[in-house]
């Protein structure tokens, strides 16, 4: 079982940028397909992206489309969201998770393995 550990949250104003970065221990995560979901109180879990295996594979959610970026460095056991032009309905704790294979999807219930989560906060 991997172990993921989220950071770079924060708070930052309207139309400024964060790097999320999520580090794996305990397995390489060169053998997980890789996702990141966020959850704003009172509200579901939704997805944000998720990158495959290789990496050659990318999914973003509508919301986050052209504002978001999805990478990882399988050398450095860490996958990392670029986000950009946040919005204050960016506001979230953003999960990092994983699936042991090299195909992503875009359902929660598709990973087994999750962070405890970072927080965003975005003011307008």
């Known amino acids: 079982q991997v172990q993921l550990v989220e950071s770079g949250g924060g708070l930052v104003q309207a139309g400024g940028s964060l790097r999320l970065s999520c580090a794996a221990s305990g397995r390489t995560v060169s053998t997980y397909a890789m996702a990141w979901f966020r959850q704003a109180p009172g509200l579901e879990r939704e997805f944000v992206s998720a990158?495959?295996?290789?990496?050659?594979?990318?999914y973003y959610g509508d919301s986050v489309k052209g504002r978001f970026t999805i990478s990882r460095d399988n050398a450095k056991n860490t996958v990392y969201l670029q986000v950009n032009s946040l919005e204050p309905e960016d506001t979230a704790v953003y999960y990092c998770a994983a699936r042991r294979t090299s195909v992503a999807v875009t359902t929660a219930t598709g990973y087994d393995c999750w962070g405890q989560g970072a927080q965003v906060t975005v003011s307008s």
């Open positions: 990158i495959s295996l290789s990496g050659g594979t990318t």
